[in-house]
């Protein structure tokens, strides 16, 4: 009995390492490890705040929380080094303001690229006083942009002066 045991491990063990050995064939519909490999372009520029096109509204509450819904504002995204992220952003920002002066905020925004197509874009943000404005954007490319992915991160230490940015396009 001790043998039989011994015979299924061996063969479960054969049948497991023929299964996943790179030399066995693959289903060409399941992509290679090869293909799953990622490829990035990173890119670094500045925003600045255009316009103020809409008017949040505000809510006040009786703990001293302000809730700002649906602020509309324009900026111009200057990215030399990657012109597929280049240009002039709208977005609508939703923002939760505390008694201490910080906030949480969070929207969309939308980038069009003349001639090449735009990013629908996702974000969420914070500002702590002494310590500034942060942004973490998440965008999917559409029209020419289409399948591809990016991610920005939009910092500014004194609210009111141009943003720096960072970030990548997720290529492959």
């Given at each position: ?22 030399n ?25 705040t ?16 302000e ?8 900026t ?62 998440d ?27 960072t ?6």
């Amino acid at each position: 009995m001790k043998r039989l045991v011994v015979v299924f491990l061996l063969l479960v063990i054969a049948v497991f390492y023929v299964g996943c050995s790179e030399n066995y064939p693959s289903d060409p519909n399941i992509p290679s490890a090869n293909t799953l490999e990622k490829t990035y372009a990173f890119f670094s520029g500045t925003s600045t705040t255009t316009a103020w096109v809409k008017d949040p509204k505000i809510i006040t509450l009786p703990d001293g929380r302000e809730l700002w819904r649906g602020l509309i504002v324009t900026t111009d995204d200057v990215i030399l080094d990657e012109p597929r992220v280049n240009g002039e952003v709208n977005w609508v920002v939703n923002l939760d303001a505390y008694p201490d002066g910080s906030d949480k905020r969070w929207g969309t925004g939308e980038l069009i690229i003349p001639d090449m197509g735009k990013w629908d874009m996702t974000y969420k943000g914070w500002y702590i006083p002494g310590e500034g404005v942060t942004y973490e954007v998440d965008g999917q490319g559409k029209g020419e942009l289409r399948g591809l992915k990016a991610h920005w991160t939009y910092f500014v230490e004194t609210p009111g002066n141009p943003f720096e940015v960072t970030g990548f396009i997720i290529e492959k």
